[in-house]
């Protein structure tokens, strides 16, 4: 048998009792003070007898299981830091209350009596909502985060805990910018010294388009420090005895519990054997690239011919190849497709199409 139906039989039973000693009284009180003695006290007690055990019957588990188990659901999804900090905050509020309650019991009555309750309420209310909306902050304290020099964390704060890392190659990309400009991105940006001397080091290379390069992430270092969307942290902290940047990045990143952004193949693999969280802007754009089904029309400008004989190839906005049936007499002019087949591949996606039948 179900705990339900037991307390449903359990509650059956009181509200029964119950009902009998309330048909009894009733009984009484109607032979006593109204005179009425048509109907026999043992009606009474009988008729609201069953009238209780019905009520019990029925409405017992909506005041115990079901509250139950819809407060065990609520609990069980929250965290426990986040019930940790409604306990504390509760204490904190009651404590509270209790100082405030000596000079409010001291005013004249209703107030007196009053006022005591209904300060630890309020105060218990505030407490609750006020840790559980700054839980983060608060244990990011009591737990010393940002004065990790013991473990090699140099000007390390509460901000820096819920940062994402940057690895040198998604600032040269540059497509970061405009992601975080969108507020996609939570937290804000943390750039360590040695990412950005690597970036020094690419700009001031002999190499011309390594410079180029690295140039180019200078300019977008100084588009993110000037977007206020999402702040941009240079920080002093170092891992010592790792001269590598990538070894650097992960290690840094399972001291702090943040992911790392990067576009860096290797990087990504290695940060993902040792439970790193990393956030790939390669994998972002494929996730956002338009879907196309067989069977919707395209308008595409077909731009060189293709590896078969009478293909041309065009591409979308978002760099995605068509491969165009007998496209290659249509060089140089935006035509009508029919998308026949869409392939996904390792390099990305790659969309098959022919000319539409006018």
Partial sequence: MSSEFILRIIGMIIFFVLGLIGGSSLGQ????????S??????????????????GLILTPWMTTRPLRWLRNVISRVSPQSLLAALIGLVAGLIIAVLVAFPLSLLPSPFGKVLPFVGALIFGYLGVVIFV????????????????????????????????????????????ADIAHTGFLQGSLLIPRFV???????????????????RRGMEVLSRLQKDPVMPVHLSDIDVEGVREVDDKLVILARQLRC??????????????LQGVMVLNVNELANAVKSVLL???????RVIQEGKEAGQGVGYLDDGTMVVIENGREHLDREIEV???????????RMIFARLEEK
């Fill in 133 to 176: 909306m700054r839980q983060h902050d608060l244990f990011n304290i009591f737990t010393g985060r940002g004065k990790g020099a013991d473990k090699g964390e140099t000007n390390l704060n509460w901000e820096e805990s819920r940062s994402v890392l940057m690895d040198t190659s998604v600032i040269i990309d540059g497509r970061i």
């Fill in 259 to 272: 992911p790392i952004l990067t576009n860096d193949y290797n990087l990504n693999r290695i940060a993902e």
């Fill in 29 to 36: 009180y109607v032979s006593s003070t109204v005179g009425f």
């Fill in 294 to 300: 067989p069977g919707e029309l395209l308008r595409i």
């Fill in 338 to 348: 029919v998308v026949t087949k869409v392939l996904q591949t390792a390099a990305g």
């Fill in 196 to 214: 950005l001397a690597e970036l020094q080091y690419i700009a001031d290379s002999p190499d011309n388009l390594r410079r180029q390069r690295g």
């Fill in 38 to 55: 048509g109907v026999p006290e043992i009606v009474y007690t009988f008729v609201i007898g069953l009238v209780g055990a019905l009520f």
